[in-house]
């Protein structure tokens, strides 16, 4: 995918969508589903963290410098629905990478990760492997998918470019479900396709924490075209499921 073809300006909007991811309020709103069980740090483990954030180096974690917010399904529990917080390391102008958590501030729990690729690469895939992936189409559209705290029209171009990706997600710890550890194995998940399917109340939650209107964001998104979805995505649409059996766990039902 080329960024130029996408917008003629998101070049430069790209390092304003860094600077700012670096300075913008946007954080520290949103509180963890869960409380890990344990004791608080002792002394000595608040000082490793003081002498490893002083001289250890983290280039992966700095490379982190876009933040999503949208949400997700369980493949196969189109009911069972959360909001996930994506911080995203941009690969090159075809592979995003993002680690995904259950709320914005530090003590925010890992809850899987997510990986997204250009529409050219999705359509390079075998078939089975694309049954795994989901369209960005309808989340870029709808205004689900955010990117709170940059300008707006750095984010209008950015969602340019996404609503011509595709991404494949899985969860390791499903803190919507209440669960105080990473139990059970990990969960394959989808994104929306359409109106209706997000519940509405989660999606208003949501828009009043960060203090933005999803329905204006997707009237001011009226002018992206939307790509058709790539023959393969979406493939629970079709009736093909693809879920790892949890034997440790009920049904993901609340």
Same mark, same amino acid.
């Given at each position: %995918?080329?960024?130029?073809?996408?917008?003629?300006?998101?070049?430069?909007?790209?390092?304003?969508?860094?600077?700012?991811?670096?300075?913008?309020?946007?954080?520290?709103?949103?509180?963890?589903?869960?409380?890990?069980?344990?004791?608080?740090?002792?002394?000595?483990?608040?000082?490793?963290?003081?002498?490893?954030?002083?001289?250890?180096?983290?280039?992966?974690?700095?490379?982190?410098?876009?933040?999503?917010?949208?949400?997700?399904?369980?493949?196969?529990?189109?009911?069972?629905?959360?909001?996930?917080?994506?911080?995203?390391?941009?690969?090159?102008?075809?592979?995003?990478?993002?680690?995904?958590?259950?709320?914005?501030?530090?003590?925010?729990?890992?809850?899987?990760?997510?990986?997204? !690729?250009?529409?050219?690469?999705?359509?390079?895939?075998?078939?089975?492997?694309?049954?795994?992936?989901?369209?960005?189409?309808?989340?870029?559209?709808?205004?689900?998918?955010?990117?709170p705290?940059?300008?707006?029209?750095?984010?209008?171009?950015? %969602?340019?470019?996404?609503?011509?990706?595709y991404?494949?997600?899985?969860?390791?710890?499903?803190?919507?479900?209440?669960?105080?550890?990473?139990?059970?194995?990990?969960?394959? %998940? %989808?994104?929306?396709?359409?109106?209706?399917?997000?519940?509405?109340?989660?999606?208003?939650?949501?828009?009043?924490?960060?203090? !933005?209107?999803?329905?204006?964001?997707?009237?001011?998104?009226?002018? !992206?075209?939307?790509?058709?979805?790539?023959?393969?995505?979406?493939?629970?649409?079709?009736?093909?499921i !693809?879920?790892?059996?949890?034997?440790?766990?009920?049904?993901?039902?609340?």
């Open positions: %995918m080329n960024i130029h073809r996408l917008h003629p300006a998101l070049p430069s909007l790209c390092l304003a969508i860094c600077v700012a991811s670096l300075t913008a309020c946007a954080g520290n709103d949103s509180a963890s589903n869960v409380v890990a069980p344990g004791d608080a740090k002792s002394p000595g483990t608040r000082a490793l963290d003081t002498g490893a954030a002083l001289l250890q180096s983290r280039p992966p974690i700095d490379a982190l410098n876009a933040y999503l917010d949208g949400f997700h399904f369980y493949n196969g529990h189109p009911d069972v629905q959360m909001e996930a917080h994506h911080y995203c390391a941009i690969l090159n102008e075809e592979v995003i990478q993002c680690v995904i958590y259950d709320g914005n501030r530090k003590d925010a729990k890992l809850m899987g990760v997510e990986y997204i !690729i250009s529409e050219q690469l999705f359509n390079s895939l075998p078939a089975p492997e694309k049954a795994l992936w989901h369209s960005h189409v309808h989340e870029v559209k709808s205004g689900q998918l955010v990117a705290g940059i300008p707006e029209v750095a984010e209008h171009a950015l %969602m340019e470019k996404l609503v011509h990706t991404g494949k997600t899985w969860h390791t710890w499903h803190t919507d479900l209440h669960k105080r550890l990473p139990l059970g194995v990990p969960q394959l %998940m %989808m994104g929306f396709t359409a109106d209706g399917q997000a519940d509405p109340k989660m999606v208003a939650e949501r828009d009043q924490r960060l203090s !933005i209107d999803s329905t204006e964001k997707k009237r001011s998104r009226a002018d !992206i075209a939307p790509p058709a979805v790539a023959p393969g995505a979406d493939a629970w649409r079709q009736g093909t !693809i879920q790892i059996d949890d034997p440790t766990a009920t049904p993901h039902t609340h």
